[in-house]
């Protein structure tokens, strides 16, 4: 199998600590995407996945998986025991719910952010963040108080349970620890006063399928190139 | 079980699809959401549901599941034998991908052009809805550029396939379904010359679980306070 991806970016994360929690590290071949290079929305790249993002998934066969949460599905059920994507009909809706929120409440809304309202990946990228809308800048704003607004929801949320769907890690705590390193590198921290939501993320940062990835954020010759 | 939906609006038929499908109609209570009152935006309702949006399951024991991918998990694992998901991590894994490129692609931006770029469900709702950006016509029209792209796309896909994720009807057809019924609705047609994505409306369309409920866009007492 491999995975076209960038280390250090935000959904790659989420599917390295996927490989971490189910033991795949070494399953999968990691094949580099210039994402500063803009090579995601390229036609030989688009070709693979017209949604033109990363992680890709392309398995032996041929077949190719986009989207996190199916390529998380697909890695949590090969040994036939879901722990991350829930085993009882209960369990998978409550984190299938969680799942969609933490996407749409800060990760995506990060991602937008970070792409619409601060110079994102660089000058090579822009072309393809239509910078030709006047109201570009307004909706990466808007989506970064949609972000505030969600972290005082997982907050709240995170005051009377463990973890996101309740007493156990599942992928929607990853989406959302991504989605965190993501919002701190945009300059959106979570406020200090925030004391559940900085305390779960304190306890999964600690989880061996977490612990050595959550200072990644960007690689050393990215951030280089992005002026940092 | 309840679930809190209007009949007729294209997520709640979503999920009314699913129940029939898996035989489930009759194992749920509907409660009533007056959408074009607003009443989904009031405190009593955001209790339920933060996200603000129909259809919301709330289970006997209280647990409240929001987003139609969670509660499609709830009722198509309710007896062990996962039609609509997908049984195989593959199944799965392409599923959950269609899923949301459906969504992404059609269902989720045929919303935002209805509700940021037309009249949306009139007066009471627009407070909700940021009329205070000048942007938002913009963003509307730019997501209803994306569903022409998402129906060429699907279009393209089905040429080779019978449907979304292969040779099996799946959640991710009934996701595209419904798209396309508020796409309708929304003044947003598909392009008479999209043969292999008509021809997949119309098989879907003559599915038992789907007959019937294929030209259920709005009440009529709905069209009518909708000046239609």
Chains 1, 2 share one sequence.
């Not at 030709?132 to 108080?145: A, L, S, Y």
Request: hydrophobic share 40%; net charge negative.
């Amino acid at each position: 199998m491999k995975i076209y991806d960038r280390p250090g970016f935000p959904n790659p994360a989420r599917i390295r600590i996927v490989l971490a929690a189910k033991g795949l590290d070494s399953a999968v071949e990691f094949v580099p995407v210039d994402l500063i290079g803009a090579e995601h929305k390229q036609p030989a790249y688009l070709d693979k996945n017209p949604s033109g993002v990363v992680p890709l998934l392309e398995l032996d066969d041929g077949t190719l998986i986009s989207e996190c949460t199916a390529i998380t599905e697909y890695f949590d059920h090969l040994d036939g025991n879901p722990i991350l994507t829930g085993r009882t009909p209960k369990e998978k809706a409550v984190i299938h719910m969680m799942q969609r929120r933490a996407e749409a409440y800060v990760t995506d809304a990060v991602g937008l952010y970070f792409h619409y309202a601060t110079p994102g990946l660089g000058a090579v990228l822009q072309p393809y963040k239509s910078p030709e809308w006047d109201g570009r800048t307004v909706m990466g704003q808007r989506e970064g108080e949609k972000v505030r607004i969600g972290m005082r929801y997982f907050d709240d949320l995170l005051s009377s349970r463990s973890y996101l769907a309740g007493e156990d890690f599942s992928m929607a705590d990853i989406t959302l620890f991504a989605g965190l390193m993501h919002a701190d590198v945009s300059g959106i921290t979570v406020p200090a006063d925030h004391m559940a939501l900085q305390a779960w993320r304190d306890r999964v940062s600690q989880l061996p399928c977490v612990r050595g990835r959550s200072g990644q954020a960007f690689m050393p010759e990215d951030l280089k190139r992005l002026g940092f």
